[in-house]
């Protein structure tokens, strides 16, 4: 079982690698355009999140076991509303390797990618990204992190996990309301 979820995981990685590929190769003006946008939007200013209140809203998700797939799709909460999530990787010992990013609608891909350029170093999450709302670190099966963020504006943000391969699958919806 963990050789062929193994080999699904490269197989994904080799995906979204050759989607990376495809879209340099199309015409400047649609390769470029979210490289720019990215690059140049400015980062969002982090909201000072005071440690001793108690967060509006608490969710925790997890992993569905080994597979990659969070065992909560979607939850919902109040705009500017703290927020805490507590992210579980449900993983066996000798399984892999997840996070989860809450990130602006329509950028889970370039998220994706530019988690695969920051590197295993960097946890697969791409430091300074303006298009990641909040994240947690790479989670070892068995252990988890949490994040507390101020939730934004009304509408339906993703969140996804940045390890290559995994943000195919690995998908859920934050509804801010």
């Known amino acids: 079982m963990k050789f062929s979820h193994l080999m699904v995981t490269a197989a994904c990685a080799c995906?979204?690698?050759?989607?990376?590929?495809?879209?340099?190769?199309?015409?400047?003006?649609?390769?470029?355009?979210?490289?720019?946008?990215?690059?140049?939007?400015?980062?969002?200013?982090?909201?000072?999140v005071d440690p001793n209140k108690k967060p509006d809203f608490e969710f925790t998700i997890g992993t569905e076991g080994d597979a990659m797939a969070f065992d909560k799709k979607e939850f919902e909460v109040k705009a500017g509303s703290l927020v805490k999530v507590t992210f579980k990787?449900?993983?066996a010992a000798g399984g892999l390797q997840h996070n989860l990013l809450v990130v602006k609608p329509g950028s889970e891909q370039a998220v994706a990618n530019a988690g695969i350029q920051a590197?295993?170093?960097?946890?697969?999450?791409?430091?300074?990204?303006a298009n990641v709302l909040a994240g947690t670190k790479l989670?070892?099966?068995?252990?988890?992190?949490?994040?507390?963020?101020?939730?934004?504006?009304?509408?339906?943000?993703?969140?996804?996990?940045?390890?290559?391969?995994?943000?195919?699958?690995?998908?859920?919806?934050?509804?801010v309301k």
Not at 119 to 129: E, I, M, S
């Open 15 to 48: 995906a979204v690698a050759l989607s990376a590929c495809t879209k340099k190769q199309e015409s400047p003006s649609t390769a470029t355009a979210p490289e720019v946008q990215a690059s140049t939007a400015p980062a969002a200013a982090p909201v000072a």
């Open 89 to 91: 990787n449900n993983a």
């Open 119 to 129: 590197g295993n170093d960097k946890g697969w999450t791409p430091a300074g990204d």
């Open 139 to 175: 989670v070892n099966p068995g252990e988890s992190d949490s994040v507390v963020f101020v939730a934004p504006a009304a509408g339906d943000y993703p969140y996804i996990c940045t390890f290559p391969g995994h943000a195919m699958v690995m998908k859920g919806v934050m509804h």
